[in-house]
């Protein structure tokens, strides 16, 4: 069965660095998301993507972040300069459409980012 | 804005026994979905159920079921004959379907043990 994976599982990096968390949606899917999960607090929504821009963010998406679909397969997400409590599991997700119809995303199984 | 609120943290249930598992939202939009999504050990969320908020009738997924009552926006998850299988995270989700937002707003979660 098709799925979403994202790379790597486990990252730990520097506070101030760049990181880039990376997706490969289900190949058909055309809507991308974003969410993520600070330890023992609810599952919070990023962004969304679609037809290659953004077409809704959080408030949590602030300039540091920022996300690419640079080869048609890969969607990945960048934090420019990583701050202690960006220490979260990331999930990215992804669906085929919204509309009536519509099919639920697929989620990935996640990257626990840790900023020491 | 719309909330998704899961009151239990935690749940425990024998094996084989009926357990059910609580979610409240707050919307005010007559047209959305509600989601189950099963979040086992280290593992990606998968989709255990899906309600239409404009279908009256309960979903139903083999051992899964939900009582859904609109009017009290409760999305309650009822697993049957419950197997060690289940024990899980669950979260409920809600996602609008006329609004032209298409994120997914997550409850915290419940974390349900199945006993031997």
């Known amino acids: 069965e098709p799925e979403v994976t994202q790379t790597p599982s486990h990252q730990v990096t520097q506070m101030g660095q760049e990181v880039i968390l990376r997706c490969v949606p289900i190949?058909?899917?055309?809507?991308f998301y974003w969410y993520r999960q600070i330890l023992g607090q609810k599952v919070e929504f990023l962004v969304s993507?679609?037809?290659?821009?953004?077409?809704?963010k959080s408030e949590i998406f602030d300039d540091q972040f920022s996300v690419e679909r640079p080869d048609g397969s890969n969607f990945t997400l960048k934090i420019r300069s990583t701050k202690l409590e960006d220490s979260a599991m990331y999930f990215c997700?992804?669906?085929?459409?919204?509309?009536?119809?519509?099919?639920?995303?697929?989620f990935g199984q996640g990257t626990r980012l840790t900023v020491v | 804005a719309q909330t998704v609120t899961q009151s239990q943290p935690e749940m425990s249930v024998q094996e084989a026994e009926t357990v059910t598992l609580s979610c409240t939202y707050d919307?005010?939009?007559?047209?959305?979905?509600l989601f189950w999504y099963k979040q086992p050990p280290s593992r990606q969320m998968i989709l255990v159920i899906r309600?239409?908020?404009?279908?009256?009738q309960n979903a139903t997924e083999n051992r899964f079921s939900v009582n859904f009552q609109k009017a009290a926006k409760s999305f309650s998850l009822k697993i049957s004959d419950s197997q060690l299988g289940d024990a899980a995270m669950y979260f409920c989700?809600?996602?609008?379907?006329?609004?032209?937002?298409?994120?997914?707003?997550f409850g915290t979660g419940t974390r349900l043990k199945v006993l031997a």
């Open positions: 997700a992804s669906s085929a459409n919204l509309g009536w119809g519509t099919t639920e995303a697929f």
């Open positions: 190949s058909n899917h055309l809507y």
């Open positions: 993507f679609y037809n290659n821009e953004i077409s809704e």
């Open positions: 919307t005010s939009e007559s047209d959305y979905y």
């Open positions: 309600q239409e908020a404009y279908k009256q």
């Open positions: 989700a809600y996602r609008s379907a006329s609004s032209g937002t298409y994120k997914y707003i």
